[in-house]
């Protein structure tokens, strides 16, 4: 049995981010081929809904970011 995933909703802590995956941006904009691939990737058949949260709201996100700024690099 395939599970089909048709209805997606994607929270970003990112207002440009969510305007841009939304609206599109310029033509010149540094991170244009990035954007653009997520956007064919959004052009399938699925219901995809892209919004800004507060990442405070978010508390995945909130979780996640709080681990990065304590993780040791090296």
Not at 3 to 20: Q, Y
Request: proline fraction near 3%.
């Amino acid at each position: 049995m395939q599970s089909v995933l048709k209805d997606i909703w994607i929270e970003t802590d990112s207002m440009p981010a969510a305007t841009f995956m939304n609206q599109g941006t310029h033509s010149t904009h540094p991170y244009l081929v990035f954007l653009n691939y997520e956007r064919t990737l959004l052009q399938h058949s699925w219901n995809v809904k892209i919004s800004h949260a507060m990442r405070e709201a978010n508390c995945v996100a909130d979780c996640l970011a709080s681990i990065s700024h304590h993780a040791h690099q090296g």
